[in-house]
């Protein structure tokens, strides 16, 4: 009979522990301005938003999808927050959301991929 309500215990106790584990890995959409056609292979732009992007503490991977004007975020909660991956966005000198470009950031842009 201890046996089994021992058993019965840690099968709840461990049911209780999994359900409050915190989802680590996210996906976010952010939306931005993309002004030129071709920021992904832009020399200075795309190579810079490369380097910057996978920069960010805890950002595993990104997609740029020009046309929607999207970047889709995979990212690990532990390490790094939506806030924080939309600053670094804007400081790069492109929109996240609701946070506009930082005007240093546009300012480091081609001309091409500036907002007019």
Same mark, same amino acid.
């Given at each position: 009979?201890?046996?089994?309500? *021992? !058993?019965?215990?840690? +099968?709840?106790?461990?049911?209780? !522990?999994?359900? =409050?584990?915190?989802?680590?890995?996210?996906?976010?959409? &952010?939306?931005?301005?993309?002004?030129? $056609?071709? %920021?992904?292979?832009?020399?200075?732009?795309? @190579?810079?938003?490369? +380097?910057?992007? *996978?920069? &960010?503490? @805890?950002?595993?991977m #990104?997609? !740029? $999808?020009?046309?929607?004007?999207?970047?889709?975020?995979? #990212?690990?909660?532990q390490?790094?927050? *939506? /806030?924080? &991956?939309? @600053?670094?966005?804007?400081?790069?000198? #492109?929109d996240? /959301? /609701? &946070?506009?470009? $930082?005007?240093? @950031?546009?300012? =480091?842009? $081609? /001309?091409? %991929?500036?907002?007019?």
């Open positions: 009979m201890k046996n089994s309500l *021992l !058993l019965i215990f840690f +099968s709840l106790f461990t049911i209780v !522990l999994s359900a =409050q584990e915190v989802k680590k890995n996210q996906k976010a959409i &952010i939306k931005t301005n993309i002004v030129c $056609d071709h %920021c992904q292979e832009c020399e200075t732009c795309g @190579g810079n938003f490369k +380097s910057n992007m *996978l920069k &960010i503490k @805890g950002v595993k #990104y997609e !740029l $999808d020009e046309k929607n004007m999207t970047i889709t975020v995979f #990212y690990n909660t390490k790094t927050n *939506l /806030d924080t &991956i939309k @600053g670094a966005i804007s400081k790069m000198g #492109y996240a /959301d /609701d &946070i506009k470009a $930082d005007a240093s @950031g546009v300012s =480091q842009l $081609d /001309d091409c %991929c500036k907002k007019v």
